[in-house]
C-alpha cells in the first residue's frame, strides 16, 4: 500500500518537472531530430483523443410511461406483461403505456420526460461503480410554475437518487395524472 502510494507521488513529482526540466528546451535525439516535452508525453494526448474519438461512456435508457389508477375492472397493457412484478408494489389494479422511448446518454447530463403540461421528470445518470455494476441515477420531479415571466419555468418539488444495477429495472411513483398516477419504469444499462 505504502509503496503503490510513493509510485504514485514520484509520477506526479516527474509529472509536474518535466515542463521546466531542460526535456522542455528542443533536444537532439540520436536521428538527430529535435524533441520536446510535448514529443514525450505523446501517449496522454493519443488517449486524449481516442476519448473523443469514440466518445464518453453512456447509459441506455429504456423508459416507459404509465398511466396507474383503480378502477372496477382490471387492466393491464399488453405492451406491460412483462413489468407486472415491478408494478404489483403499489395499490393499483389498472395500468396503461402513455409513452415509450429509448435514450443513449451520457453522464452528468439530463434527460426530461414530459408527464404532461404540468410535470416534467428529468433523468440525470451520475455514475457507475465497476465494482458493484451499479448505476447512480437522480430523478428530480418538476413542476411547472403558475406565470410562465419567471426566468425558470419549471420548479423542483422532490429528487431522488438511487443505485440500479446494470441492465436493472426501477418502477417510480410519478405526480398525479387523470385520476391515477404517472409512474416510470426504467431500464438502464451501462454503454462503455
Known amino acids: 500500500m505504502k509503496k503503490s502510494r510513493f509510485l504514485s507521488m514520484v509520477a506526479l513529482f516527474a509529472a509536474l518537472l518535466i515542463p521546466f526540466s531542460s526535456y ?43 398511466y396507474a389508477y383503480t378502477s372496477e375492472k382490471k387492466y393491464v397493457d399488453p405492451a406491460l406483461r412483462k413489468d407486472i412484478p415491478s408494478l404489483g ?29 404540468r410535470y416534467t421528470i428529468e433523468l440525470s445518470p451520475q455514475a457507475f461503480n465497476k465494482r458493484q455494476s451499479k448505476i447512480a441515477i437522480r430523478a428530480t420531479f418538476l413542476r411547472r410554475r403558475p406565470t410562465t415571466r419567471q426566468k425558470n419555468r419549471y420548479v423542483s418539488y422532490a429528487t431522488t437518487l438511487f443505485r440500479l444495477q446494470n441492465g436493472g429495472k426501477v418502477a417510480l411513483m410519478g405526480p398525479f395524472h387523470k385520476e391515477g398516477r404517472a409512474m416510470l419504469i426504467l431500464h438502464a444499462a451501462h454503454q462503455p
Not at 26 to 38: D, I, K, V
Not at 108 to 116: F, G, H, T, Y
Open 89 to 117: 408494489l403499489y395499490d393499483f389494479n389498472s395500468y396503461k403505456l402513455l409513452k415509450k422511448s429509448t435514450h443513449q446518454i451520457e453522464y452528468k447530463r439530463n434527460l426530461q420526460v414530459k408527464v404532461n403540461d
Open 24 to 66: 522542455a528546451k528542443p533536444q537532439r535525439t540520436q536521428q538527430g531530430t529535435l524533441t520536446s516535452w510535448f514529443t514525450l508525453l505523446q501517449p496522454m494526448f493519443a488517449q486524449i483523443r481516442l476519448v473523443q474519438q469514440f466518445g464518453q461512456p453512456t447509459v441506455s435508457m429504456r423508459i416507459k410511461l404509465v
